[in-house]
């Protein structure tokens, strides 16, 4: 497989419904929990792309651009960006869709930088 089929492959989409225990005293999505699931589809996205043991080593940059309302669905999407040799970069982005209509727009963009590691936990190659 090419490294492009490979990354195209590796591209992640999970949905989750923002519900009550996951908002601030604004009812909107709490930061660090958006941050977290941004991290989780990150990780499998990088994972799914080397199928390697892979650890986040940072988030490089991560605009909130709207709000996202609670009683919302979001998506993120997370995407290989970059591949070197022992690590990567997955950019996500994550959509709100209001439940009730056809109206969807992004909320947050973000990028993490993963390594691969061996059973000793060296860095290894990604592909």
Do not use: C, Q
Not at 77 to 97: D, M, P
């Amino acid at each position: 497989m090419t490294i492009e089929e490979k990354i195209a492959t590796a591209e992640t989409r999970i949905f989750k419904a923002v519900f009550p225990h996951a908002t601030n005293h604004y009812d909107t999505l709490f930061g660090g929990t958006a941050m977290s699931l941004m991290d989780e589809v990150a990780f499998i996205t990088a994972t799914r792309f080397s199928r390697k043991r892979m650890v986040t080593v940072s988030s490089d940059r991560i605009d909130f651009t709207r709000p996202i309302p609670g009683g919302t669905i979001i998506e993120l999407i997370g995407r290989v960006a970059h591949v070197g040799n022992t690590s990567l970069k997955v950019n996500v982005e994550v959509w709100i869709e209001e439940m009730y209509s056809e109206i969807r727009e992004k909320a947050i963009n973000g990028s993490f930088t993963f390594v691969a590691l061996d059973e000793h936990k060296r860095p290894v190659a990604v592909f």
